[in-house]
């Protein structure tokens, strides 16, 4: 399975950004999708996690309310859709991979890793 994340950039706060996963390869209806970021001097933490069929979602406390993870199977692309961002969500997003996790929280759950997209945003 590989993963292509882009949509990063730079945004003021408050304002929204949309990252997009595109997946390729092994991609079944048993695999989860999920997001992941690591700011600087800190670690990775789980994001957002969503079902291959899109029915189970699982969110990072912090983002709850504010971003939505989806899935449009038919161009095996994830979304994140990130809403009133803060400072804090300042970091590199990574898009992840898993066969059977079902929208899993852990990193390790998670066999397949795209490179990171940057999301800067500015007070």
């Known amino acids: 399975v590989q993963l292509q994340a882009s949509g990063g950039g730079l945004v003021r706060a408050g304002g929204s950004l949309r990252l997009s996963c595109a997946a390729s390869g092994r991609t079944t209806s048993s695999i989860s999708m999920g997001w992941f970021r690591q700011a600087p001097e800190k670690e990775r933490e789980f994001v957002a996690g969503?079902?291959?069929?899109?029915?189970?979602?699982s969110y990072a406390d912090s983002v709850k309310g504010r971003f939505t993870i989806s899935r449009d199977i038919g161009k095996n692309a994830v979304y994140l859709q990130m809403n009133s961002v803060k400072p804090e969500d300042t970091a590199v997003y990574f898009c992840?991979?898993?066969?059977?996790?079902?929208?899993?929280?852990?990193?390790?759950?998670?066999?397949?890793w795209g490179q990171g997209t940057l999301v800067t945003v500015s007070s």
């Open positions: 992840a991979a898993g066969f059977g996790v079902l929208a899993g929280t852990k990193s390790h759950e998670y066999a397949y």
């Open positions: 969503i079902s291959w069929s899109g029915v189970i979602t």
